[in-house]
């Protein structure tokens, strides 16, 4: 295999390309979810490699437990440097373990501290807090989730604003975004040079329920001056792992993207323009490597189950 076994820990820069014309050209819902999927992909990909590495170069050590076919000469021959690149996976490996976890956690955690926050008041779809900090975001939980606004920012906001406010927030429940997000959080966890997408699937999920707000209210200009207005008087929603109508990032970007025509829910730009032909070329080169990267842990896993007494 020579230094092809490492291919899956680099492949992932290949996905920024398709990642910046996917957040400009395609829309919104078509990009976060093949985003999402490439990350998850190229997350699992990585790690398995790191694992993978790990069991051949460490598997000549004196007392490892591991069978002793796994460090046969002929199986750590499929790794180049294989000492050096087995002790180099063990702390990595530990590393993407500890920063996952840590992602999962606090994860819970926020979840959990929402839904205290608003213990005491009615249990409806929309929950008002008494607090002078303006900002809202989509909290997931129980059936439905519910929408969180505080009186600050309503007070800020028309109300047509309002109503493209709480379908913005919605529409991140409904599609479950937080899924999303928390998904291409991991990936980057596992394997940073993920992190562009992370950042193009937070955006993406914004202009989704930008556009899905729009289509509720009926005016794409009013959800534009409502995410203007928010982002003005507030500093996006308390934190990261939340959804929010002013939620950091290209704030600029979304308005403008409301203030042009809707974009077309086709699932490709045309291969016959300019746009379309250079999507094609990068999500081409970006499946060719998702797959070179599955190929390669996928080969490594069979050498040592080729070594495996039985």
Known sequence: MGVFVFLPLVLPLTAWPVARLAAQHLHPRTATRLLTALAAVMAVCSTVCLALLMVVGTAQLPGNPLPDGWSDPEVRAAVPYDEVAGRAAVPALLLVL????????????VR????????????TEVAVLPDGEPYAYALPGGPRGRVVVTTALLTHLQPAERRALFAHE???????HHRYLLTVRLAARANPFLRPLRAAVAYTTERWADEAAAEAVGSRRAVARAIGRAALVSRGTP???????????PVPRRVAALLAPAPVTRAWPSAFTAVGLAAWTAAAGTAVSAMSSANSAVTLALVLRAATPL
């Open 112 to 123: 959990r501290r929402g839904h205290a926050a608003l213990a005491g008041l009615p249990d």
């Open 239 to 249: 934190v990261p792992t939340l959804a929010g109508l002013a939620a950091p990032g």
């Open 98 to 109: 500890a920063a996952c976890t840590g992602t999962l956690r606090r994860h819970r955690r």
């Open 170 to 176: 919605r529409a991140h429940l409904t599609a479950r």
